[in-house]
T-cell receptor, first 110, second 114 residues
Framework: ELKVEQNPLFLSMQEGKNYTIYCNYS?????LYWYRQDPGKSLESLFV?????AVKQEGRLMASLDTKARLSTLHITAAVHDLSATYFC??????????FGTGTRLTIIP | AAGVIQSPRHLIKEKRETATLKCYPI?????VYWYQQGPGQDPQFLIS???????DKGSIPDRFSAQQFSDYHSELNMSSLELGDSALYFC?????????????FGQGTRLTVV
């Protein structure tokens, strides 16, 4: 079965702190995507990771991919309130569609 | 840059009615995907089209059908609507013929069945 799991599902953190969201997937893939979704809004593409060891950074967010461990991480550095959203990872298992993780609802507390 | 356009943005229907959702992909994208996202849920894949042919099918009820037209826009037709069909419906497009492609999502259609 093709599965994508994220943890934690919910995360409250204070401004200025660092934290990591984890995304595990069930079978081989080297195409993983991170999306951000604000309540009732669309999915905004954050990162596209296409090879083992890929690391991408944008502002306070950094994403990495370890295809051997079937694991991707989204690291948040010195969180600010504007980062409050739900973050999804999604995996392309080679079947020309995206399988989404359960999402991590992130709340940044001032 | 042009994005994926969905219409309508909001739709309210009664049980047993029908609804049609439209999606206009990014120009030159050859693939369209439809996803359903219930409240507090992750997006669930419904169906996809590549070059106007259905390429994959997910957990789409038999009451739903979809097609992609010659201009690459797609329509999701939903009949005999049920309360449980209330959700956000997203369309995404990509260019599978392009290396390092990614899927871009539209703003979604919020369907409420009453």
């Amino acid at each position: 079965e093709l599965k994508v799991e994220q943890n934690p599902l919910f995360l409250s953190m204070q401004e200025g702190k660092n934290y990591t969201i984890y995304c595990n997937y069930s079978t081989t893939s080297d195409r993983l995507y991170w999306y951000r979704q604000d309540p009732g809004k669309s999915l905004e593409s954050l990162f596209v990771l296409l090879s083992n060891g890929a690391v991408k950074q944008e502002g306070r967010l950094m994403a990495s991919l370890d295809t051997k461990a079937r694991l991707s991480t989204l690291h948040i550095t010195a969180a600010v309130h504007d980062l409050s959203a739900t973050y999804f990872c999604a995996v392309d298992f080679g079947n020309e569609k995206l399988t989404f993780g359960t999402g991590t609802r992130l709340t940044i507390i001032p | 840059a042009a994005g994926v356009i969905q219409s309508p943005r909001h739709l309210i229907k009664e049980k047993r009615e029908t609804a049609t959702l439209k999606c206009y992909p990014i120009p030159r994208h050859d693939t369209v995907y439809w996803y359903q996202q219930g409240p507090g849920q992750d997006p669930q894949f419904l169906i996809s089209f590549y070059e106007k042919m259905q390429s994959d099918k997910g957990s789409i009820p038999d009451r739903f059908s979809a097609q992609q037209f010659s201009d690459y826009h797609s329509e999701l037709n939903m009949s005999s609507l049920e309360l449980g069909d209330s959700a956000l419906y997203f369309c995404a497009s990509s260019n599978l013929g392009q290396l390092n492609t990614e899927a871009f999502f539209g703003q979604g259609t919020r369907l409420t069945v009453v």
